[in-house]
């Protein structure tokens, strides 16, 4: 089946710097990547859309400077988090999909800003 | 707005069938009615999908009511692996991939 893998699993870091969290498609090939933000006890929340050679697109509300999406290969999409502060500390999950029929997510990245 | 309405929590007997139930009562033509499930600290995993058929696979089944207003994915015999959020979503067929997650069930399997 198709995989999708994310990178790191978990990372901390200090208030004030950037974080990049990677997705890949591991056995196929994703022209479009979605992001997802999970706060604790709740459900995921759509952040933006990751086109291969493209800008992302952003939900409402998602800051497009924060969050900052590059999609430069048919597998890898990157997700960095800028100027990170507490408030952003969540579960990041990436999504790709390889038949128009469903959509394969990452294992998801834990991140926690101090 | 969310568009579809699922119970917020379920207990579910081991080795005994679940039946989840899910309501989208405003379901247009051209879409389908998904179902994932995330397990703690994981990544959604997906279950099963459907349009107006049922659909059965090796995780489980959909039925999906005539008039599409509601749907219920049945795990055949639940084990306590099955315990996880379980989401019912409502994607539409310009919309591939782009999943709007409600709530959810918490389904607890016991044994």
């Known amino acids: 089946g198709a995989v999708v893998s994310q990178h790191p699993s978990w990372v901390i870091c200090k208030s004030g710097t950037s974080v990049k969290i990677e997705c890949r498609s591991l056995d196929f090939q994703a022209t479009t990547m979605f992001w997802y933000r999970q706060f604790p006890k709740q459900s995921l929340m759509l952040m933006a859309t990751s086109n291969e050679g493209s800008k992302a697109t952003y939900e409402q509300g998602v800051e497009k400077d924060k969050f900052l999406i590059n999609h430069a290969s048919l597998t890898l999409s990157t997700l960095t988090v800028t100027s990170a502060h507490p408030e952003d500390s969540s579960f990041y999950i990436c999504s790709a999909s390889l038949r128009r029929d469903r959509g394969y997510f990452g294992p998801g990245t834990r991140l926690t800003v101090t | 707005d969310a568009k579809t309405t699922q119970p917020p929590s379920m207990d579910c007997a081991e080795g005994r069938a679940a039946n989840l139930p899910c309501n989208h009562s405003?379901?247009?033509?051209?879409?389908?009615v998904y179902w994932y499930r995330q397990i703690h600290s994981q990544g959604p995993q997906y279950i099963i999908h459907g349009l107006k058929n049922n659909e059965t696979n090796e995780m489980a089944s959909l039925i999906i009511t005539e008039d599409r207003k509601s749907s219920t994915l049945i795990l055949p015999h639940a084990t306590l692996r099955d315990t996880a959020v379980y989401y019912c979503i409502v994607l539409e067929t310009d919309s591939w991939g782009k999943f709007q997650f409600g709530a959810g069930t918490q389904v607890v399997v016991t044994p």
């Open positions: 405003t379901i247009s033509g051209n879409e389908y």
